[in-house]
């Protein structure tokens, strides 16, 4: 069989694609969380962020398909694996409940997987396609005037003056809807509990994880994973407590 066709067609081979597509993931997730946390700065860092990556264009697009590419085969090898899985266990007399461990994990990482899938869908109709306040909501939102040059690398991207869509604004007037705060709060914690399981089974499947620092990788796997879900609670959290407005120009003229 080629190396392609085993990469499909073995269980070692869908362990990897899981793996590898995990790796890129988190990646988007990591950055993802970074981009955002700039909305606790002064509205031209966000605002300016975001319109830089929609000036990307074509790159834009071929991130947004990797993406994509990756999730659709996540999911595709989870699946697979887990009916793979079944069938192995169809000798095993299943009223003897037997829970050993690998099946409440696989449980556990196919339950929180669904509600981050359920998340991601929302969340793209909430923030990308605006649709799930009102039809008009997305258009409604003031633009924004750029105050100084938003950089990248020390490379003026988005100039002072440009007319920009209103992230910040956007986000902050999601956030204050509780239910909304709270289904972004529930889910990133789900996701950070998948993560926790995920990025250890990636470093096992990889063969790079083994019993002289297996423990050490644990430790590391879950402070990174508390830290992820402490900076995603943090902007949801932040607009209920009341630490992050709409700056006084948004909020008189939003509608
Ligand atoms: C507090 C948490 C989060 C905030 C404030 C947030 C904010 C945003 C915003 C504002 C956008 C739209 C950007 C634009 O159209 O200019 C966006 C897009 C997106 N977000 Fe999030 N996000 C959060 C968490 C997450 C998480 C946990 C995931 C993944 C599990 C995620 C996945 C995505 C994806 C896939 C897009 C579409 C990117 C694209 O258009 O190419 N977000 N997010």
Same mark, same amino acid.
């Given at each position: 069989m080629n190396p392609l066709g085993h990469l499909f067609c073995s269980t070692i081979g869908r362990k990897v694609i899981m793996a590898v597509t995990g790796i890129v993931l988190i990646g988007f997730v990591i950055g993802h969380l970074v981009g955002n946390?700039? !909305?606790f700065e002064e509205p031209d860092r966000i605002n300016g962020y975001a319109q830089?990556?929609?000036?990307? *264009?074509?790159v834009l697009w071929v991130m947004r398909i990797t993406l994509l590419v990756c999730a659709g085969l996540h999911i595709w090898a989870a699946t697979v694996l887990t009916i793979e899985d079944r069938k192995a266990r169809g000798a !095993?007399?299943?009223r003897t409940k037997t829970w050993i461990q690998a099946t409440l994990s696989s449980r556990y990482m196919r339950w929180t997987g669904y509600v981050v899938l359920a998340f991601v869908i929302y969340h793209l109709a909430q923030f990308t396609l605006g649709s799930v306040q009102s039809a008009s909501y997305?258009?409604?939102?003031p633009e924004y005037t750029m105050n100084a040059d938003y950089h !990248?690398? *020390?490379i003026p991207v988005v100039h002072a003056g440009t007319h920009v869509h209103d992230v910040r604004s956007m986000v902050i007037l999601g956030f204050s809807q509780p239910i909304v705060a709270f289904f972004y709060i529930f889910a990133v914690g789900l996701l950070s509990l998948h993560l926790l399981h995920g990025a250890q089974s990636l470093f096992q499947t990889l063969g790079l994880r083994n019993s002289s620092w297996g423990k050490a990788?644990?430790?590391?796997v879950t402070l990174a994973c508390l830290a992820y879900f402490l900076g995603n609670l943090a902007i949801p959290g932040a607009v209920l407590t *009341?630490?992050?407005k709409l700056n006084p120009a948004s909020a008189s003229s939003t509608p």
């Amino acid at each position: 069989m080629n190396p392609l066709g085993h990469l499909f067609c073995s269980t070692i081979g869908r362990k990897v694609i899981m793996a590898v597509t995990g790796i890129v993931l988190i990646g988007f997730v990591i950055g993802h969380l970074v981009g955002n946390l700039q !909305v606790f700065e002064e509205p031209d860092r966000i605002n300016g962020y975001a319109q830089f990556l929609h000036t990307l *264009g074509p790159v834009l697009w071929v991130m947004r398909i990797t993406l994509l590419v990756c999730a659709g085969l996540h999911i595709w090898a989870a699946t697979v694996l887990t009916i793979e899985d079944r069938k192995a266990r169809g000798a !095993v007399d299943y009223r003897t409940k037997t829970w050993i461990q690998a099946t409440l994990s696989s449980r556990y990482m196919r339950w929180t997987g669904y509600v981050v899938l359920a998340f991601v869908i929302y969340h793209l109709a909430q923030f990308t396609l605006g649709s799930v306040q009102s039809a008009s909501y997305k258009e409604n939102l003031p633009e924004y005037t750029m105050n100084a040059d938003y950089h !990248v690398m *020390g490379i003026p991207v988005v100039h002072a003056g440009t007319h920009v869509h209103d992230v910040r604004s956007m986000v902050i007037l999601g956030f204050s809807q509780p239910i909304v705060a709270f289904f972004y709060i529930f889910a990133v914690g789900l996701l950070s509990l998948h993560l926790l399981h995920g990025a250890q089974s990636l470093f096992q499947t990889l063969g790079l994880r083994n019993s002289s620092w297996g423990k050490a990788l644990r430790a590391i796997v879950t402070l990174a994973c508390l830290a992820y879900f402490l900076g995603n609670l943090a902007i949801p959290g932040a607009v209920l407590t *009341g630490h992050l407005k709409l700056n006084p120009a948004s909020a008189s003229s939003t509608p």
